[in-house]
């Protein structure tokens, strides 16, 4: 059983972990511990009461408290902060009771109660024993008779064994630089990362780790964790003046507010965090088990792809993108996606959006002839859309140009010639689920990329029926209530989520997305830092990684290959402009990541030599079973005679031997775990090393 109650203490144990907490003598409902997994109960240290300190602090400001609300001589970062009918603002929650849920022996409900008002909050736990993490959410119900305004209401507040000198790992960087990993000393006060944008950002993401400052790739102790949530979201790390530290994520509640109904629940979305002693590694990859025993369509391995983009832009039409597809076929290429450029007046991105039909000039005869041939090459089809907005320049926005966010009096600001559609309105999910789900019924679609490429401005809604501040999360309810509409409809879609790149990534999307474009940024040498930054929290096979054309100077063909195939390979260039030996090469990376796939997609991922910063990086994937592993090496630029470091493999099997390519012997995996290969990488050059068990 992961859910153990011993007198009003209650302790939640993973496999490895375990997380407590209960009720003081005086009945605050506090935290007690997080951290290793003890051997017996009675180990878990009690809540106790903290005096109050002079006249200036009171008990709860001191304690840990499990969810604090905004109430009484209590100044840190609260999770809860409500405003009821008759203009109180201080919420004071009591514990009402707690218990596993019925046929759920791994979910926790405890309930709090207001000690005046109507007003019922839940804290849920829910345990993942096998991936040692711990989630949580809140839902909060109005069992009055008046409204209630909610103005922050968080999934969690996280805190961390007490002392100070915490180190916050973050992910910052703007688009065509997403994914840059930032380690900093938390200081005294409070440390926010947010989302304001409407999506979860380019920016920031909420995902974070936190360590006592010692930890590595390959061991510390290291506290991590994630938001699964698609809108703004706020995160805050907070070191308190008596040396507590603790974070609280969820809903950003800036520009936030929640009218809540008599009868009616707020539940917000859950944040999943871990504990290892194994380091960021092992923080990474307890989220990689978790994401893949999620992804809506389970394990099974994600294609080859091509995708147009890179290679044409909107200069798409039926006769061009059959010559491609020829070749993509020929090269070994699974699924061909055809981006943007495919529907009514989409020549460039000034018209088009919103109006989901075959542009008549491109496509003469409909996509049904172009879809067909690709099918009889052996390939599974694909197509770009970009749903939840419109441009000013099209059918839909002349007919309901009321439909896009917007304050009345105000300019609407457009961003690539996009407004953005409400997607908070019912009438707008409507129209977007019968135009979509008409192409996905007509075609033999297997593959959605979903993009979204701007963010907001002027974020009115003028006839919203509650608090017109809802939009921050009623326009995110509806992505995915179209989006899992969607999927419900048309199960065999694999879907991909893009915002101009990495600018919505994140454990929401893992309801309908099996995979990301993570950056528009496809540079070879930059994607290395890009796709390391992702990989701290999303495995491999959710991580799109295309050869294309980009960069100046161009990296050689195979280390532009390599980088791509430590992910979901995919190719967008022009085809048709590669010489034959350029195309028989690209066929061979082709053949041999479809040999290396299940270890790339499925295995354990190991950062031996971080990329950030360096000039040189070595990443590894070894299968779960640990008979099969691929090292991949990169050098970009160093001045000679200088060389790139050894390499410690990882994730062997101590006893069993193993043959590496391109080194001599049959060695332990002791062995190669410890005494460094040496690479000799030149300039630009990348290499690929299978790794083998044969004993
Ligand atoms: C965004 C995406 C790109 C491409 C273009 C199409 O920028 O990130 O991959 O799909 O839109 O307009």
Known sequence: MPVHQANNLWILETRQTAYAFGLTPAGLLVHSYWGIRLRDLDDYPRPQDVPPYASWSGPAHLSPEEYPAYAGVKYTEPCLKATFSDGVRDTVLSYRGGQVMPGQPDTLRILLQE??????????????????????????????????????VWSALWHLPWGGGYRLSHLWGRWFEEWQLCREPLQPGVKVKESRRLTTSHSANPWFALDRGAADEGQGEVWFGVLAWSGNWKMAAEVTETGATRLGIGINDWDFAWRLNPGETFATPPSLAGYTTGGFGAASRHLHDYVRDHLPHGKRLHPVLYNSW?????????????????RAAQMGVELFV????????RDGDHAGLGDWWPDRQKFPRGLQPLIQRINDLGMDFGLWIEPEMVNPDSELYRAHPDWVIHFPTRQRTEMRNELILNMARPDVQAYLLEKLDALLRNHNIAFIKWDMNRNVSEPGWADAPGDPRELWV????GVYRLWETLARRHPHVLWQSCSGGGGRVDF????????????????????????????????????????THMGDPLMPLPFRFHVSMMGTLGISANLLTWRPEELRLGAEMVALYKEIRPVVQLGDQYRLLPAQGRPFTATQYMSKDRAEGVLFAFRTHMPEPARIPPIYLRGLEPAADYVVDGFEGVRSGLAWMNTGLPLNLKNGASTLRRIRRVG
């Not at 890179?310 to 020829?326: G, I, L, N, T």
């Not at 055809?338 to 007046?345: A, C, L």
């Not at 009623?474 to 309810?477: M, P, S």
Request: glycine letters at 6%.
């Open 338 to 345: 055809m981006d943007d450029g495919w529907f009514h007046r």
């Open 508 to 547: 929401g999307l893992l309801r309908v997305a099996d995979q990301f474009w993570v950056s528009d940024n496809t540079e070879a040498t930059a994607r290395l830092g890009i796709q390391e930054g992702f990989s701290q929290f999303m495995p491999a096979i959710t991580m799109e990684a295309q050869v």
């Open 115 to 152: 000690a005046y008002y109507p007003l019922q909050v839940a804290l849920y736990y829910r345990v993942y024993p096998a991936h040692d993490l711990i989630e949580r959410w809140v839902e909060v119900t109005n069992g009055g008779q008046a409204p209630v305004t909610l103005e922050r």
């Open 310 to 326: 890179e290679a044409v832009f909107f200069d798409v039409d039926e006769a061009s993108q059959a010559a491609v597809a020829e």
């Open 474 to 477: 009623r326009y995110v309810q």
